[in-house]
């Protein structure tokens, strides 16, 4: 039986044929964020430079996906509005935030994006990491970004606030010449339980158990942590972030659903996918590690369906500022969310 999450993302977050407006992707993945403005009614064009990304955008999305490494000097064509992840592997707690000496960095990319297509409005991703040890980074990009006359606002949002059963905080950044609203939080609250469904207790032929020493490791780690309740998928709430890490790794921190004999299984790939808000027609291609990290880098596309409705009507407005008031932002505006 289909919950009503799982129809929902299943109906709503399909492509729609609408004429509308041009929305660039840079550093597109599998296509989560373009997924949501695509089911807007947004036409996409992506770029991105793995090649299963790019299959899997192209397999699933109306718009194409070019597979490029872009560079400060890439050519784009003009778009009304540029959306994207620059890689976060530079600011991630998780990693050595590097910043600015990080290889991985695509904000350069990005702002000089901005600076040639002059969008009416743009946003990006990152992580919330961008804003402790990197805040200095942060300041930079976007002064550089204001300057190029844009308004810049931005927010921590949780995923799990927009109906995707998943504690995922990440920073959104948004360049308007007007007044843009931010989504509305949503009221409910969907768990883990009721994205997958049926899926969480079936096993299938090539389920992977986690073996009695891996076990052992993960009781240590839990012990080591001060966890005080097992990192297992709880299905009566929503699941922890899912990352390139703990679903294609075997490590203590991995995803996986005890059963009710007491094995642990790992999350499948579909699983893993409703947990992020990817519909089930959605398909990923590549290995199975591919599709794991696929998954954990993208956008939650029902995050990015609700963003793409603020730019919408962002677009639709007639309210734009003159240059004389733009003059009065100050940079960055942070919009702190209601309680």
């Not at 009614?41 to 790019?54: L, N, S």
């Not at 969907?190 to 096993?203: D, P, R």
Request: aromatic share 10%; proline share 5%.
């Amino acid at each position: 039986m289909l919950t009503n999450y799982i129809n929902q993302i299943n109906n709503i977050l399909k492509p729609q044929q609408l004429k509308s407006h041009l929305v660039l992707d840079l550093f597109a993945g599998c296509g989560g964020l373009s997924l949501g403005f695509e089911a807007q009614g947004f036409e996409t064009y992506g770029f991105e430079k793995e090649q299963d990304c790019c299959h899997s955008y192209e397999k699933n999305l109306r718009g194409k996906c070019e597979q490029i490494e872009l560079t400060v000097n890439s050519k784009l064509s003009g778009a009304s509005v540029i959306i994207g992840g620059p890689p976060c592997q530079p600011f991630s707690v998780g990693g050595k935030q590097k910043g600015l000496r990080d290889s991985r960095d695509g904000f350069p990319i990005f702002i000089n994006a901005i600076k040639q297509v002059k969008p009416d409005i743009w946003l990006f991703e990152n992580v919330r990491g961008l804003l402790y040890k990197n805040k200095w980074y942060f300041d930079k990009i976007t002064q550089s970004l204001q300057d190029l006359g844009y308004i810049i606002e931005w927010k921590l949002l949780n995923s799990v606030d927009f109906g995707v059963p998943q504690n995922r905080e990440r920073l959104m950044v948004v360049g308007h010449r007007g007044k843009f609203q931010f989504p509305q939080i949503s009221a409910k609250r969907i768990t883990a339980g009721e994205a997958l469904g049926e899926l969480a207790f079936q096993v299938l032929p090539d389920s992977k158990f986690l073996t009695p020493s891996m076990d052992k490791y993960i009781a240590k780690y839990e012990k080591a942590s001060c966890c005080k309740r097992p990192r297992d998928l709880h299905l009566d709430k929503q699941a922890r972030t899912l990352t390139c890490r703990n679903l294609a790794g075997a490590t203590g921190d991995m995803h996986r659903i005890k059963l009710p004999d007491g094995r642990r299984r790992r999350l499948s790939i579909r699983e893993a996918a409703r947990l992020q808000s990817f519909p089930d027609w959605f398909e990923f291609y590549g290995s199975e590690t591919s599709s794991y990290n696929q998954i954990g880098n993208a956008v939650s596309p029902l995050l990015a369906f609700y963003l793409a409705k603020s730019v919408r009507n962002y677009l639709e407005s007639s309210y734009r500022l003159s240059a004389r008031e733009l003059k009065k932002y100050t940079l960055p505006q942070q919009l702190s969310l209601p309680l």
